[in-house]
């Protein structure tokens, strides 16, 4: 198994966040025009997909591998890197370790098995009806919002291109929505209004590391996965985040 690249640490950090935000360890794809890495936590809940093109390394040489990493320790090791510093990443096949070089500092970690990880999951292909694309901010200060009051968040597509999140606590409710002139723009809309309950934890994990002038794409149905669409790195980075709905008991 071949693998040697170099690559700027923030645009490496901007990948491996995403992933960090859902699971502790990964399996990381070492594909001879980029890196993949699938996983889904342990709950079966939420699902994310990043992938990092070889065009955004300095340097890059792979042949298709396939190694565990423990996340915890990689950010750790990558957290000692300056702003525009070049990470050196070379996998030692004999010893199954990946060398990290960083400015005069030299660290070993050890691969986890990758049978030892999680399965990752194949992306569902669901005909989601609703596409929203809208601003990171404007995700955020939903969930912002919802985090008042309650532990869900409910997302509704209205067939006249709104889209409205409420939750409701013991107390307190609160709804915040955006019509199509406060999104970036409304690529689908429901035949009749949809909606699915989510839980606020999960999105808020997914949420974090979104960027506030990003464009996200947002894609729901009715008491169906949320998927989440967005790039970080100038667009280097690709991320899927798909969250399983809370299903209504009603």
Same mark, same amino acid.
């Given at each position: 198994m071949?693998f040697k690249a170099?690559?700027?640490a923030?645009?490496l950090?901007d990948?491996?966040?995403?992933v960090?935000?859902?699971?502790?360890?990964c399996?990381v794809?070492?594909l001879e025009?980029?890196?993949?890495?699938?996983?889904?936590?342990?709950?079966?809940?939420g699902?994310?997909?990043?992938?990092?093109?070889?065009?955004a390394?300095?340097?890059?040489d792979?042949?298709?591998?396939?190694i565990g990493i423990?996340?915890d320790?990689?950010?750790d090791?990558?957290?000692?890197?300056?702003?525009?510093?070049?990470v050196?990443?070379f996998?030692n096949?004999?010893?199954r370790?990946l060398?990290?070089?960083?400015?005069?500092l030299?660290?070993?970690?050890?691969?986890i098995?990758?049978?030892?990880v999680?399965?990752?999951p194949e &992306?569902p292909?669901? /005909?989601?009806?609703a596409? =929203?694309?809208? #601003? *990171?901010?404007?995700?955020g200060r939903?969930i $912002?919002?919802?985090?008042?009051?309650?532990d869900h968040i409910?997302? &509704?597509?209205?067939? /006249?291109s709104?889209l409205? =999140?409420?939750? #409701? *606590?013991?107390?307190?409710s609160?709804?915040? $929505?955006?019509t199509?002139s406060?999104l970036?723009?409304?690529?689908q809309?429901?035949a009749? /209004?949809a909606e699915?309950? =989510?839980?606020?934890?999960?999105?808020?994990?997914?949420?974090?590391?979104?960027?506030?002038?990003?464009?996200?794409?947002?894609?729901?149905?009715?008491?169906?996965?949320?998927?989440?669409?967005y790039?970080?790195a100038?667009g280097?980075?690709k991320v899927?985040n798909?969250?399983a709905?809370?299903?209504?008991?009603?």
């Amino acid at each position: 198994m071949t693998f040697k690249a170099i690559v700027d640490a923030d645009t490496l950090s901007d990948a491996i966040e995403p992933v960090s935000a859902l699971v502790d360890e990964c399996k990381v794809n070492l594909l001879e025009d980029g890196i993949e890495i699938r996983a889904v936590d342990a709950a079966n809940v939420g699902m994310v997909d990043v992938s990092l093109d070889a065009g955004a390394f300095e340097s890059y040489d792979a042949d298709g591998g396939l190694i565990g990493i423990d996340l915890d320790r990689f950010e750790d090791v990558l957290s000692m890197a300056e702003s525009g510093d070049l990470v050196h990443l070379f996998l030692n096949e004999e010893t199954r370790k990946l060398e990290i070089a960083i400015d005069g500092l030299e660290y070993t970690l050890a691969c986890i098995d990758p049978e030892s990880v999680r399965r990752e999951p194949e &992306i569902p292909d669901l /005909d989601l009806p609703a596409t =929203f694309i809208l #601003e *990171g901010k404007a995700l955020g200060r939903a969930i $912002t919002a919802a985090d008042l009051v309650g532990d869900h968040i409910a997302v &509704i597509a209205t067939a /006249d291109s709104e889209l409205v =999140f409420e939750a #409701e *606590g013991d107390t307190d409710s609160v709804d915040v $929505t955006l019509t199509k002139s406060d999104l970036i723009g409304v690529v689908q809309t429901p035949a009749e /209004d949809a909606e699915s309950l =989510f839980s606020l934890d999960y999105l808020q994990d997914m949420e974090r590391p979104i960027a506030a002038d990003a464009d996200v794409s947002l894609l729901v149905g009715d008491e169906f996965p949320a998927k989440l669409r967005y790039s970080r790195a100038d667009g280097a980075v690709k991320v899927v985040n798909m969250l399983a709905p809370r299903i209504s008991s009603e």
